[in-house]
């Protein structure tokens, strides 16, 4: 039996971290640009555009993370794509984290006075210039704040990829819990590692909330 | 090659995929009312305990908030046996879900207690009530009042987490839907009935809550 010392456990899980970060950071990128589609759906003039993404963004949020994975998993197939554990995980989050930012920028949109539309109209822009150059920038750094605390959302959510065959940080975990039966120090360990990476996001998005207060 | 979904097996399955939902609601249920009274005495204690008290509540705060919570489950089912602990899944899941949305509801809890006027504390300690009188019969109420929208968004969103206790055996909805499809072979069909299941069961959850919380509250509650 081969033995584990400390840290032969430590730069494994370590090693193994790189993965949680690397789709934390693939699906926030994701979700953002996915979540900005769903946006413009969701804020547009059209009643039944509104509506889709309203559903849209219910279906994921009143739902399991953990079923949205599983049907990426076992559904992608049966449209004839192959899919892998990072395929399934990445497209599952990416859509997860879609639903969530659209519905954060939204309320950013939502704060916006009447008046910042009708400026931006009696400019003479068009739509489009005025959700780029007037609306946006502003629903976006009013929400500063709920966007990164989603990110620590995220990144505590890949946990659940472990699930579905993806070997990041707790799915590694299982395996050197199995090897050395010290579950206490292997789970302890990878809590660490998470809180090492989600607290100072979590001190970041109060500092900016604190901020946004003061103003 | 072409595949069609079959619900053919649905028929026999309702049975467990019911029996599975009710754990689910039991689960959610026990928590609540743990995690709620666990969060009562957090804030209030995070607010008038001794120093060392309050330093403690906000570290396990810290710690709750910003850990998965599979990885709090793990530690709790796998690790605390190492110590002498050893809980049933079910224990066990009904502990890590409490432990998690008291972290989170403590806070919010805070947050109602901080908005409730301290006028209110002042005129009832004049009318001659003791200060835990105040507390539970003045303040509390009033706390809950304004909280309850931010609470109920905490509960339905522990329902969904509580997907993941399936992970240590404990019979619940997903894995009724884990054995289900490890039966049929049929996976993606069984885990889309189940998460409209679930879908079902978080918008029956919000609207019950939202018509209770008016009733037993008053109005003025959303």
Same mark, same amino acid.
């Given at each position: 039996?081969?033995?584990?010392?400390?840290?032969?456990?430590?730069?494994?899980?370590?090693?193994?971290?790189?993965?949680?970060?690397?789709?934390?950071?693939?699906?926030?990128?994701?979700?953002?640009?996915?979540?900005?589609?769903?946006?413009?759906?969701?804020?547009?003039?059209?009643?039944?555009?509104?509506?889709?993404?309203?559903?849209?963004?219910?279906?994921?949020?009143?739902?399991?993370?953990?079923?949205?994975?599983?049907?990426?998993?076992?559904?992608?197939?049966?449209?004839?794509?192959?899919?892998?554990?990072?395929?399934?995980?990445?497209?599952?989050?990416?859509?997860?984290?879609?639903?969530?930012?659209?519905?954060?920028?939204?309320?950013?949109?939502?704060?916006?006075?009447?008046?910042?539309?009708?400026?931006?109209?009696?400019?003479?822009?068009?739509?489009? %210039?005025?959700?780029?150059?007037?609306?946006?920038? %502003?629903?976006?750094?009013?929400?500063?704040?709920?966007?990164?605390?989603?990110?620590?959302?995220?990144?505590?959510?890949?946990?659940?990829?472990?699930?579905?065959?993806?070997?990041?940080?707790?799915?590694?975990?299982?395996?050197?819990?199995?090897?050395?039966?010290?579950?206490?120090?292997?789970?302890?360990?990878?809590?660490?590692?998470?809180?090492?990476?989600?607290?100072?996001?979590?001190?970041?998005?109060?500092?900016?909330?604190?901020?946004?207060?003061?103003? | 090659?072409?595949?069609?979904?079959?619900?053919?097996?649905?028929?026999?399955?309702?049975?467990?995929?019911?029996?599975?939902?009710?754990?689910?609601?039991?689960?959610?249920?026990?928590?609540?009312?743990?995690?709620?009274?666990?969060?009562?005495?957090?804030?209030?204690?995070?607010?008038?305990?001794?120093?060392?008290?309050?330093?403690?509540?906000?570290?396990?705060?810290?710690?709750?908030?910003?850990?998965?919570?599979?990885?709090?489950?793990?530690?709790?089912?796998?690790?605390?046996?190492?110590?002498?602990?050893?809980?049933?899944?079910?224990?066990?899941?009904?502990?890590?879900?409490?432990?998690?949305?008291?972290?989170?509801?403590?806070?919010?809890?805070?947050?109602?207690?901080?908005?409730?006027?301290?006028? %209110?504390?002042?005129?009832?300690?004049?009318?001659?009530?003791?200060?835990?009188?105040?507390?539970?019969?003045?303040?509390?109420?009033?706390?809950?009042?304004?909280?309850?929208?931010?609470?109920?968004?905490?509960?339905?969103?522990?329902?969904?987490?509580?997907?993941?206790?399936?992970?240590?055996?404990?019979?619940?909805?997903?894995?009724?839907?884990?054995?289900? %499809?490890?039966?049929?072979?049929?996976?993606?069909?069984?885990?889309?009935?189940?998460?409209?299941?679930?879908?079902?069961?978080?918008?029956?959850?919000?609207?019950?809550?939202?018509?209770?919380?008016?009733?037993?509250?008053?109005?003025?509650?959303?």
């Amino acid at each position: 039996m081969i033995e584990f010392t400390f840290w032969d456990i430590l730069r494994n899980l370590l090693l193994a971290a790189r993965w949680t970060v690397l789709l934390s950071l693939a699906a926030f990128v994701g979700g953002g640009v996915v979540g900005l589609v769903v946006l413009f759906f969701r804020i547009a003039k059209n009643k039944w555009s509104r509506r889709i993404a309203s559903g849209y963004i219910a279906l994921f949020q009143g739902t399991p993370l953990l079923m949205q994975l599983f049907l990426m998993f076992f559904g992608l197939p049966m449209l004839g794509l192959r899919i892998e554990p990072w395929t399934a995980a990445a497209l599952g989050l990416t859509l997860f984290a879609s639903a969530y930012l659209a519905e954060i920028w939204r309320s950013g949109v939502d704060a916006l006075p009447r008046g910042q539309w009708d400026a931006g109209a009696s400019l003479g822009l068009h739509y489009l %210039q005025e959700l780029r150059l007037i609306i946006l920038p %502003q629903a976006f750094s009013i929400t500063r704040a709920p966007t990164v605390g989603f990110l620590v959302q995220l990144i505590k959510s890949t946990a659940l990829t472990s699930i579905i065959g993806f070997e990041e940080l707790v799915r590694t975990s299982n395996a050197i819990n199995n090897a050395t039966f010290e579950p206490f120090k292997v789970y302890g360990l990878v809590a660490l590692i998470f809180f090492v990476m989600c607290f100072p996001l979590t001190q970041y998005a109060r500092s900016l909330e604190r901020r946004a207060a003061a103003n | 090659m072409g595949y069609g979904l079959d619900f053919g097996w649905l028929a026999d399955a309702t049975g467990a995929i019911a029996r599975g939902a009710v754990t689910t609601i039991l689960l959610i249920v026990v928590t609540t009312l743990a995690g709620t009274f666990l969060s009562i005495l957090g804030a209030a204690g995070r607010r008038n305990g001794p120093m060392l008290l309050k330093r403690a509540i906000g570290v396990y705060v810290e710690v709750m908030r910003n850990t998965p919570f599979l990885v709090q489950l793990f530690f709790i089912f796998f690790g605390l046996p190492s110590i002498g602990i050893r809980l049933d899944p079910i224990l066990a899941a009904m502990l890590a879900m409490t432990l998690n949305m008291a972290a989170y509801t403590i806070e919010i809890v805070g947050a109602g207690l901080d908005a409730v006027p301290r006028g %209110q504390t002042e005129a009832a300690l004049a009318l001659g009530l003791r200060p835990r009188q105040v507390f539970i019969k003045i303040v509390l109420p009033q706390a809950l009042k304004v909280i309850y929208p931010a609470l109920t968004s905490q509960i339905i969103i522990m329902m969904l987490e509580s997907a993941v206790v399936s992970q240590i055996a404990v019979r619940e909805l997903t894995y009724e839907a884990d054995m289900l %499809q490890a039966r049929t072979f049929r996976a993606f069909e069984t885990y889309l009935v189940v998460t409209i299941v679930y879908l079902v069961l978080s918008m029956g959850l919000r609207r019950l809550l939202v018509s209770g919380g008016r009733r037993v509250l008053g109005a003025g509650v959303s």
